[in-house]
């Protein structure tokens, strides 16, 4: 049976899930939005960050969301960020696929992560992911332009959010251009923890 398709991200009280600049990324405003994730075990052993870490809820939800993954598709943005800031055994163990106009051949890395450049589009690139995760989700990873382009295009059965304790004020919205007319949403989980909030929710076609 196919899985689900779905995004996860961590997402500030007004909206936002990154900063306006790349050139901000680990900075102040990114340390805030991701400090429910950075002390959990799961995360910290993944992306090589050192040794121990947290072990509750929100440990449990970073594995969880790990091991539903088969396969992830992100934008070019994201991987041109996360290109100088992974592990070289990239986070991912899986084959990733990257949706761009950039022509580049496969990019493998040791511990599974094979990152793949598709040139024809979005749906292209989710047919190779939902092919190479079998029975297991994909995950649409981000950026938020990426993101947007699945969740318009009505190929998004399910997401999570992190809703952070912090207030960017300006940045990358998540939902700017999203096309309310036709989406309509089922709240399916709503899950506090110490450091974060988690909503989860179904998308339905309007
Ligand atoms: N808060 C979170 O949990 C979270 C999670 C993930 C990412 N992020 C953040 O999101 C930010 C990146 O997001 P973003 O919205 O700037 O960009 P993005 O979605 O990562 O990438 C957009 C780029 O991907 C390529 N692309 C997208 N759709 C395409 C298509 N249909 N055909 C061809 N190419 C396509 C284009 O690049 P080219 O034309 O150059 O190929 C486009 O400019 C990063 O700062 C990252 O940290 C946050």
């Keep these: 049976m196919a899985g689900k398709v779905f995004f996860s991200v961590s997402m500030s009280l007004d909206g936002f899930i990154a900063p306006a600049s790349l050139g901000e990324l680990m900075g102040r405003q990114w340390m805030e939005l991701q400090q ?30 790990f091991e539903r993954t088969g396969a992830s598709v992100m934008g070019k943005n994201m991987f041109d960020a996360g290109e100088k800031m992974w592990p070289e055994e990239a986070p991912f163990h899986t084959p990733v696929f990257v949706v761009t106009h950039e022509k580049r051949d496969p990019w493998e890395r040791p511990g599974g992560t094979v990152f793949r450049f598709v040139n024809d589009g979005i749906e292209s690139a989710l047919d190779q992911a939902r092919e190479a995760a079998g029975d297991r989700d994909v995950r649409i990873a981000g950026g938020g332009a990426t993101i947007l382009e699945y969740l318009n295009a ?53």
């Design 36 to 65: 429910w994730i950075f002390p959990q075990r799961h995360f910290r052993e993944n992306l090589k960050l050192g040794e121990g870490g947290e072990e509750g809820r929100d440990n449990d939800i970073v594995r969880e969301t």
């Design 154 to 206: 009505g190929l998004v059965d399910e997401f999570s959010i992190a809703l952070s304790p912090v207030l960017f004020g300006s940045g990358i919205r998540l939902f700017e251009g999203v096309d309310a007319s036709r989406i309509a949403l089922e709240q399916i989980r709503s899950e506090p923890s110490p450091r974060a909030t988690h909503l989860t929710y179904g998308v339905h076609p309007r």
